[in-house]
């Protein structure tokens, strides 16, 4: 692609009276802009959509490999994670970049289906290409997507299966489905289980219908350890050591403070030098500094306070103090704890020990430091506004910990999810398969040239069971033959091939399902994305000067030239 340096000229309507007169071109972009137009523009932005597509289409299913994706700082992330993968990519170019938050989206919402979402948008596009290529205008590509997705929705609510909440099994099957094929697959019942017991511990049950906010379960990594020494602990873990042998181990009953600015004497603002002359003079030097810092301790000790977590650094002085005082005392707790507890304890973060009073103070139950998983923690438990678990996550390294998190975090959500919709649908290829079918005939009833749309949008869907298959070993085009058989002449709508074996089975029976959720969306935000695109037949694009020199990003085969980040 030739960069074009174009001058845009609008031509002023026959009613403007400018000063320019009528009908002339006014310069209304700089010259250092880069711009793509027509097909060009379209080629180019499902190119590289599509490849992104192309490179997590192998991480798929439950036998999909992982990747290594080394950053720029040469920091290494092994996963089998479809959105994990795309965000660790230094991607530039933007119509890759709406992928990721596609992406990103799915995983947000539904916790799944991310990797789905990606490879359903690239046959999508792919498709649309060739469609754009026999003159078929993107307008009605776009239109016929649209109109398929809806009614794939349709095919999946006529699908569903509702679940009762109180069966356990069902969701821990669930969340199996969803850790299949990731590096944790050998301890997935495992996990699974104590999956759904973190989910249903903090799960708010109001009128019959569950609230679940993930981030009342913390995730607590620690490298080390087998995988199955992971375990689920009623409570905060906070993984710091209290800061004096001489504070209690344990307090019951407590009155949280949590402080968001530094228990030490504070620094001069400008670098004034004190020139002390004599004993004295230095003694008073040293008594003021030790007097602010009781009177920091006092005021804590005074609104009633028995544990302090502060989330900068706590002097030395202040901890002898604080020990004095029979006060259990933390530093440096990470932010995003302090306003986990704040929510758990009812506590607010005090930012002025002059204005802390005890309406700021938390509570909890206890709060006692415990050796766990071979270190010093801190566990609050029984907070008094909400409901906290957290699980501690082992594993032999920092890696294999790293993708159990992802794993259980996709595990948690599923399960969430579930309770929250009720609705689940088969997996293993047989809710796609379904659709694909009631694809087809529907676009035997469309007039015009979106029918061609629709049926290459139910042919896009077949890649699923396809690189489920292909990535198994199996061969993707005699397992699409086999499956359509059996949902079109033998009406078996829920049957599927179940990766670990090759059966081709009811997978509802296999206990191989996801929630509605996941499924739905996935194939909705992967026709939306690729409207969007489609759409698209301009690109322009401010020069960023540095970044000339980048190297284009690894996910672009016809490479976009110069093409800046940013864009989005
Ligand atoms: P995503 O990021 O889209 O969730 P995954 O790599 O997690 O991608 O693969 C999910 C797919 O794998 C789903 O379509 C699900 O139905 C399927 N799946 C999971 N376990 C099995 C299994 N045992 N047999 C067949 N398909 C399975
Ligand atoms: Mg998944």
């Given amino acids: 692609m030739g960069k074009l340096f174009i001058e845009l000229l609008i031509f002023i309507g026959s009613g403007s009276d400018n000063m320019m007169g009528k009908n002339q071109p006014i310069l209304v972009l700089s010259e250092d802009v880069e711009r793509e137009q027509g097909k060009e523009a379209q080629k180019n932005n499902i190119a590289a959509a599509k490849s992104l597509a192309d490179s997590v289409k192998a991480t798929f299913g439950p036998k999909g490999m992982d990747k290594m994706v080394v950053g720029n700082m040469g920091d290494v992330t092994i996963t089998n994670d479809g959105v994990t993968m795309l965000k660790e990519m230094d991607i530039e170019h933007p119509a890759a970049k709406m992928v990721v938050e596609v992406a990103e989206s799915q995983e947000d919402e539904c916790g799944d289906g991310t990797t789905s979402a990606v490879v359903i948008a690239g046959e999508l ?174 005021k804590i000790k005074n609104v009633g306070a028995n544990v302090v977590l502060c989330q900068k650094g706590i002097d030395d002085l202040a901890q002898h103090y604080l020990a004095k005082e029979g006060i259990m005392a933390l530093r440096r707790v990470k932010k995003s704890d302090m306003k986990k507890l704040a929510r758990a304890t009812g506590a607010g973060i005090v930012a002025s020990l002059n204005d802390m009073c005890i309406d700021d103070l938390g509570k909890a139950e206890s709060v006692s430091e415990r050796f766990i998983a071979g270190s010093h923690m801190a566990v609050i438990q029984g907070t008094e506004e909400g409901k906290s678990v957290s699980l501690l996550l082992r594993g032999g390294s920092e890696h294999v910990v790293d993708e159990l998190e992802r794993a259980l975090e996709d595990a948690l959500k599923v399960i969430a999810v579930t309770l929250e919709d009720r609705y689940i649908v088969p997996g293993g290829g047989a809710a796609e398969i379904e659709i694909l079918c009631a694809l087809e005939d529907y676009a035997g009833k469309i007039e015009g040239r979106e029918q061609l749309a629709v049926k290459n949008f139910s042919k896009a869907l077949a890649s699923i069971p396809r690189a489920l298959a292909n990535n198994a070993g199996m061969d993707g085009m005699d397992v699409l033959m086999e499956l359509r058989a059996m949902h079109e002449k033998d009406g078996l709508k829920n049957h599927g091939v179940n990766i670990d074996n090759g059966e081709f089975k009811d997978m509802m029976e296999m206990n191989i399902y996801e929630p509605l959720r996941v499924k739905e969306q996935a194939i909705r935000s992967a026709s939306e994305l690729a409207e969007m695109v489609l759409m698209i037949d301009d690109v322009i694009a401010a020069k960023g000067g540095e970044d000339e020199e980048r190297s284009p990003p690894a996910a672009q085969p016809g490479g976009m030239g110069g093409m800046p980040p940013g864009m989005m």
């Fill in 125 to 298: 596009l792919k498709r649309a290409e060739e469609m754009i290529e026999n003159d078929i205008h993107p307008t009605t590509i776009a239109k016929g997507y649209r109109l398929a997705s809806e009614r794939a929705s349709d095919v999946l609510a006529k699908m569903r299966v509702k679940v009762d909440t109180d069966d356990d099994d069902i969701l821990k099957n669930i969340a199996v489905t969803a850790m299949t094929g990731k590096a944790v697959d050998m301890d997935k019942d495992y996990l699974a289980e104590m999956a759904v017991r973190a989910v249903k511990a903090v799960a708010d049950e109001i009128d019959g219908s569950y609230h679940i906010d993930i981030d009342d379960i913390k995730v607590v990594k620690k490298a080390g350890g087998s995988v199955s020494a992971t375990e689920l602990v009623d409570g905060v873990i906070l993984d710091k050591e209290r800061l004096h042998e001489n504070m209690p181990r344990e307090i019951k009953d407590t009155k949280i403070a949590l402080i968001g600015i530094p228990l030490e004497v504070k620094e001069t603002e400008t670098n004034a030098e004190v020139t002390i002359t004599d004993t004295q003079q230095m003694q008073n030097f040293i008594d003021q500094e030790e007097r602010s810092i009781k009177d920091m301790v006092n």
